[in-house]
């Protein structure tokens, strides 16, 4: 399995932007996709996932309500859509596969190379 992420740059507070995670690979080994967000200084946190096969999505309480997950089967990428940024939102931005439904890092398997947001106030 190989992901690709994009999408990062820069923001000022209460502006959106949208990641794209890119896949590739065994369907079965991407049954869940993840995003992940690392701050400098903190460990890799969940922001949110999506079931690949039913589209279900699951979120970190932190971006509830400002970030949406999606995914284009066609085009094999999955949608990090992010609203209302905070300067708490700066990290480095990771998407993440796995065969089976989890919350931490240590489920997923795959991961992208990761790409930065940074928020402005």
């Known amino acids: 399995v190989q992901l690709q992420a994009s999408g990062g740059g820069l923001a000022q507070a209460g502006d959106s932007l949208t990641l794209s995670c890119a896949a590739s690979?065994?369907?079965?080994?991407?049954?869940?996709m993840g995003w992940f967000r690392q701050a400098p200084g903190k460990e890799r946190e969940f922001v949110g996932g999506?079931?690949?096969?039913?589209?279900?999505?699951f979120y970190a309480d932190s971006v509830k309500g400002r970030f949406t997950i999606s995914r284009d089967n066609a085009k094999n990428t999955v949608y990090l859509q992010m609203n209302s940024l905070k300067p708490d939102d700066t990290a480095v931005y990771y998407c993440?596969?796995?065969?089976?439904?989890?919350?931490?890092?240590?489920?997923?398997?795959?991961w992208g190379q990761g790409t930065l947001v940074t928020v402005s106030s």
């Open positions: 993440a596969a796995s065969s089976r439904y989890g919350t931490r890092p240590v489920a997923y398997d795959y």
């Open positions: 690979g065994r369907a079965a080994a991407r049954y869940v």
């Open positions: 999506i079931i690949w096969t039913t589209a279900n999505t």
